[in-house]
Nanobody
Framework: QVQLVESGGGLVQAGGSLRLSCAAS????????VGWFRQPPGKEREFVAL????????AYASSVKGRFTISRDNAKGAVYLQMNSLKPEDTALYYCAARGLRYSPPSSNPGDYAYWGQGTQVTVSS
């Protein structure tokens, strides 16, 4: 089992920045591909960004490309989401997720992820 914990959310003005972190307990996160997803109020969960197990490959939703950066530090067992130029429409509960198989390819489909954190709230005021 992999237990994931997100942190770093908060309230920020439009144009501001936040850095989300995702850490794991139970097993090392370093061998697993990780995705960030978000669920805006009253909407379905949506893909934000993904990173493969080594950090050599990333992908982003078109709505955040150029503003958000996903990265990982496998020595620390953490994955990060740097969010710049935040907009009110970025307001959501943000989740990190890990796939169930080590070294498997990352995916933008939330159904492909076995482990989820409890989420961290990001609120962007206009």
């Amino acid at each position: 089992q992999v237990q994931l914990v997100e942190s770093g959310g908060g309230l920020v003005q439009a144009g501001g920045s936040l850095r989300l972190s995702c850490a794991a307990s139970g097993r090392a996160l370093s061998d697993y591909p990780v995705g960030w997803f978000r669920q805006p109020p009253g909407k379905e969960r949506e893909f934000v960004a993904l990173i493969n197990w080594s950090g050599s490959s990333t992908a982003y939703a078109s709505s955040v490309k150029g503003r958000f950066t996903i990265s990982r530090d496998n020595a620390k067992g953490a994955v990060y989401l740097q969010m710049n130029s935040l907009k009110p429409e970025d307001t959501a509960l943000y989740y990190c997720a890990a796939r169930g198989l080590r070294y498997s390819p990352p995916s933008s489909n939330p159904g492909d992820y076995a482990y989820w954190g409890q989420g961290t709230q990001v609120t962007v005021s206009s």
